[in-house]
């Protein structure tokens, strides 16, 4: 019976744990979390669950996955020309799945081929003028963007 005594007395040693193995756990736990709520959600919210449990145990791994380095196929470089749709100094803004792009005319860009499907359907008419009676007899399309496809820069 002392001796049941002197045992519970005694201070139990507390083993040190590194920030390393702390994270390691902690990063256990989130996934296993997340696995469960994967495992009750719909079809549709697994993406959006396995992205965020990603996320959480590797910060900042998303964006390094969405970089432009990273995704090189689906995209091309591209030169805006200049356009009266363009204030000067000041760029087109362009927007697709989320992601935005400024594109300034005159510089090249690295975007999306959805970029270019946006800049191919951006189509203004503008007027066909009779150059001896100065009337419009008719209208005809063009780029309200113009742009071209260019190779990439080398280093």
């Known amino acids: 019976m002392t001796e049941e005594i002197e045992e519970k007395a005694a201070p139990a040693k507390r083993k040190r744990r590194s920030q390393t193995q702390i994270e390691a756990e902690m990063r256990a736990r989130i996934m296993a979390e997340v696995m469960a709520e994967m495992l009750s959600t719909t079809p549709e919210g697994y993406a959006k669950a396995a992205e965020t449990a990603i996320a959480m145990a590797e910060p900042g791994i998303v964006d390094q996955v969405r970089?432009?380095?990273?995704?090189?196929?689906?995209?091309?470089?591209?030169?805006?020309?200049?356009?009266?749709?363009?204030?000067?100094?000041?760029?087109?803004?362009?927007?697709?799945?989320?992601?935005?792009?400024?594109?300034k005319p005159g510089k090249k860009a690295y975007v999306p081929k959805g970029i270019v499907d946006i800049l191919e359907n951006a189509i203004e008419e503008i007027p066909d003028v009779d150059p001896d009676t100065l009337q419009v007899v008719g209208w005809r399309q063009r780029l309200r963007f113009p742009y071209s496809i260019v190779a990439a820069p080398t280093a």
């Open 67 to 103: 970089a432009a380095p990273n995704m090189p196929e689906g995209r091309i470089w591209i030169v805006l020309q200049e356009s009266p749709h363009i204030q000067r100094g000041q760029g087109q803004f362009f927007g697709i799945n989320g992601a935005g792009f400024l594109l």
